[in-house]
């Protein structure tokens, strides 16, 4: 190999993209377009869940006293995650067989429409228990809204990307969900400012019903793009497939179980960070609720800003090769923050969780391009997307409550770091597995390359 080729992602990843050296001026539209509708996609997400914590319970169960009108109002909350499998499959569907551009543009809209509407919801005192029932389908409709756009802006990026640029296009999507994390917070600060009973009354609506007019932007934005070059070649040619999801089961098996295993390092830290620190560090280090949620703050910036920065080197060293490093690193940022967490000093605190946002972007930033490169085009949407929603569903959902249960049954955090430690290494098995996957997975693939120069960091290809 030579020091050039050296410099590039996997083989997999240049053949994935050969089709997607655009000029700048479209990369950087589709840039925009992608990030700032997943943007949107996540800040109505996060939105969602902070309001949960801060006012459902009050508005939409008013009935359920302290913990349990809480639980209640946070499990409306989950139901997305149970949620987004469901619209992974229904999207992906229409991204293998309508086009990317088309399915990203129906995400934002339900995201949009099904936000702007519990804006407008009457509450409990209004119309009674249908209120709670209505806010339970618009969250529905979020998580299957979020579980169509992950995977889609993922492709709309990379395949549009270039041989040289895949981790830094896929980066700067995945740096927007640390970004719609801060910005949500940040709107809900800002409205618990508002004076007496304000916010309680009307003021929690004032983001609900902001985010509608952000939404046309982005879906403004989105109807401009131009449509994967990928997609348009396996269109041309005829070979889009009538039920892409039964032909992934059929042909690419391997594949899909390593997809779902690469990002579960990163799915599960992450989310105990956001989730699991407010109330270990409310409730046991004796941080207020503030300084909580400052801290998840200045990690998430930390994260956002450099996730690109990571994406740059992973397009010099090479994806999988930053990911494998990544890994480890992140266990040992992770192992660092579950000790600064329970020192019960601030000050302490930050250093670990601006530690584990500065590792962030090691796996994040490259977390698309490798994605991508595990299936052909005509079945990369429905590939990358439901499998992202099922990392999900394994790695997040269950993470807060089981790191919960083990501290409470074990008194120690070694047991957390002990379940870090498992998501790492499965992690670690996929990626090391990874290169032979995608050494046959990708062939006949519409963008690729001659399939006779077929190899992925030394492994031959397989015919």
């Known amino acids: 190999m030579t020091r050039a080729a050296a410099r590039l992602p996997s083989s997999s990843v240049r053949r994935l993209l050969r089709t997607g050296n655009g000029p700048m001026k479209q990369r950087t539209k589709v840039v925009i377009g992608s990030s700032f509708g997943t943007f949107m996609e996540y800040y109505d997400f996060f939105l969602y869940g902070l309001m949960a914590a801060l006012v459902f319970d009050k508005i939409f169960f008013p009935n359920y006293e302290g913990a349990t009108g809480t639980l209640l109002a946070l499990g409306t909350f989950a139901v997305a995650y149970v949620a987004r499998p469901l619209g992974s499959i229904i999207f992906s569907h229409i991204g293998d067989r309508s086009g990317r551009k088309v399915a990203l543009f129906l995400t934002l809209a339900m995201m949009g429409s099904a936000t702007f509407l519990i ?4 509450t409990y005192s209004n119309i009674g228990v249908i209120a709670p029932v209505l806010l339970i389908v618009l969250r529905v409709l979020q998580g299957i809204s979020a579980g169509g756009e992950s995977g889609g802006a993922y492709l709309m990026s990379v395949e549009h ?10 980066s700067w999507v995945m740096a927007t969900t640390p970004f719609a994390f801060v910005g949500a917070n940040l709107t809900v600060l800002l409205t618990t400012l508002l004076p007496g009973d304000a916010f309680l009354a009307w003021g929690w609506r004032i983001p609900f019903l902001f985010s509608g007019v952000l939404v046309v932007i982005g879906m403004v934005v989105r109807s401009r ?3 994967s070059p990928s997609f348009t070649t396996e269109q041309k040619r005829g070979e889009l497939l009538r039920l892409p999801i039964a032909y992934l089961f059929k042909n690419h098996r391997s594949s899909f179980i390593v997809a779902v295993l690469l990002p579960l390092s990163l799915t599960t830290t992450i989310t105990l960070v956001q989730l699991f620190s407010i109330s270990y560090g409310t409730k046991v280090a004796e941080f207020s609720q503030r300084e909580a949620l400052n801290l998840i703050l200045i990690m998430m910036i930390v994260a956002a ?6 994406g740059v080197l992973g397009d010099r060293v090479g994806p999988r090769k ?5 890994v480890p690193l992140f266990f040992i940022a992770a ?7 329970q020192s019960h000093s601030f000050g302490i605190a930050v250093i670990g969780f601006v530690l584990i946002g500065t590792v962030y972007g090691t796996t994040a930033a490259v977390q698309p391009a490798l994605l991508a490169a595990l299936f052909p085009a005509r079945v990369r949407y429905t590939g990358v997307a439901v499998t992202s929603s099922l990392t999900t569903l394994i790695g997040a959902a269950p993470a ?4 919960t249960y083990l501290v409470t049954m074990f008194n120690s955090l070694l047991p957390v770091l002990f379940y870090v430690a498992v998501a790492s290494v499965l992690s670690l098995l996929a990626a090391t597995v990874y290169p032979r996957l995608t050494s046959h ?3 006949g693939s519409s963008d690729l390359a001659d399939p006779g120069s077929d190899a992925v960091e030394g492994v031959p290809s397989r015919a």
Do not use: D, N, V
């Open 335 to 341: 192992s660092m923050w579950l000790w600064a967490l």
């Open 322 to 326: 930053l990911l494998m490093a990544g």
């Open 400 to 403: 807060p409550i089981l790191a």
């Open 305 to 310: 800003f450099g996730t690109p920065l990571w």
């Open 441 to 443: 997975s990708t062939q």
């Open 119 to 122: 804006g407008l919801l009457p």
């Open 161 to 170: 990307a270039g041989e040289k640029r895949a981790s830094l296009m896929g």
């Open 225 to 227: 793009l131009e449509e």
